[in-house]
């Protein structure tokens, strides 16, 4: 089957520590992994993605690491702000167009 | 440069009406998605259409639900004799091509009462 999971649910951090989560799935013909940021009413943004023929991605403090023979990535924020506060989904696309979504972890920054 | 638009961005129904959620798509995007997220949960692909063609409804219930994406005007959603389940954010998303980058519009909150 086409599953995401995600890793942790909630994740507090203190302003200007480094923040990792987590997602792995599970069908290896998966090619593509965005990751969305969604705050309080407003639609999901894509902040950074990552496909299956690259390891790493860097976009500024947020990062991307893909690991195809374990089956995972991770979005790595350095440098974490307030306004980072919100709910990050990762997705994969496993090679149907859709993407299938992890069930989201809420970041809370500490000022 | 506009993003993905939707509207309503909020639309109550009493059980048994009907609701349609409207979506245009990105300038020079002709592929649309839509999902459904209940609160405190992650976005479920419904349906995926190109212009004049539904491409992947497999995520869409059989019945009551219905989508389209005519050659002229916005994608819509239709979700007829509405109940209490339906109750959610439908999101719409659009890109360029197959594979390529989904954006997100706003989103619409139907609650049916």
């Known amino acids: 089957g086409e599953n995401v999971e995600q890793h942790p649910s909630t994740l507090s951090v203190q302003e200007g520590d480094s923040a990792v989560i987590k997602c792995t799935y599970s069908d290896s013909a998966s090619n593509y992994f965005p990751w969305y940021k969604q705050e309080l009413g407003k639609g999901p943004q894509l902040i950074i993605d990552i496909r299956s023929n690259v390891g790493e991605k860097k976009d500024q403090r947020i990062a991307v690491t893909l690991n195809k023979t374990a089956k995972h990535f991770s979005l790595h924020i350095t440098e974490t702000q307030p306004e980072d506060s919100a709910v990050y989904f990762c997705?994969?696309?496993?090679?149907?167009?859709?993407?299938?979504f992890g069930t989201g972890t809420r970041l809370t920054i500490i000022p | 440069n506009a993003g993905v638009m939707q509207n309503p961005r909020h639309l109550v129904r009493r059980r048994g009406q009907e609701a349609r959620l409207r979506c245009s798509p990105m300038k020079g995007h002709s592929h649309v998605y839509w999902y459904r997220q209940l609160p405190e949960e992650g976005l479920k692909f419904m349906v995926y259409l190109q212009k004049e063609n539904i491409i992947d409804e497999s995520g869409m219930p059989k019945e009551r639900f219905s989508a389209e994406f005519p050659k002229e005007g916005p994608s819509i959603l239709r979700i007829q004799q509405v109940v209490r389940g339906d109750s959610a954010a439908y999101f719409c998303?659009?890109?360029?091509?197959?594979?390529?980058?989904?954006?997100f519009g706003p989103g619409t909150r139907l609650t049916v009462t």
């Open positions: 997705a994969v696309n496993f090679g149907n167009e859709k993407l299938t």
């Open positions: 998303a659009s890109s360029r091509d197959r594979d390529a980058e989904q954006y």
